[in-house]
């Protein structure tokens, strides 16, 4: 059973940056695929930015060159530095984590990006 903790957000101007943090509770956190996800008032929930078992990334054209999402093996946590926020950025943004058959997400976390 893997249980994910998410924490870092909140109000934030534009043009700002915010870490997003999600530690994982449980064992064989290096065998979990994990992502980022967001969903903005009256969207779909979308994929923002993925990272591998192996580390290797993937990012949404929205956020590619101002999103960065990294993990840390060690502490059992994954990130996501986001720069150069836009007011479109606003979402609750959930880390989810996949070990297959199950997926796991996180609590969620409100971003706003506002003046």
């Known amino acids: 059973q893997v249980q994910l903790v998410e924490s870092g957000g909140g109000l934030v101007q534009p043009g700002g940056s915010l870490r997003l943090s999600c530690a994982a509770s449980?064992?064989?956190?290096?065998?979990?695929?994990m992502d980022w996800y967001r969903q903005a008032p009256g969207k779909q929930r979308e994929l923002v930015a993925s990272?591998?078992?192996?580390?290797?990334?993937n990012y949404a054209d929205a956020v590619k060159g101002r999103f960065t999402i990294s993990r840390d093996g060690a502490k059992n946590t994954m990130y996501l530095q986001m720069n150069s926020l836009k007011p479109e950025d606003t979402a609750v943004y959930y880390c989810?984590?996949?070990?297959?058959?199950?997926?796991?997400w996180g609590q969620g976390l409100q971003v706003t990006v506002s003046s």
């Open positions: 989810h984590a996949k070990r297959i058959p199950t997926d796991y």
């Open positions: 449980g064992s064989g956190f290096s065998l979990l695929a």
């Open positions: 990272i591998t078992i192996t580390g290797r990334t």
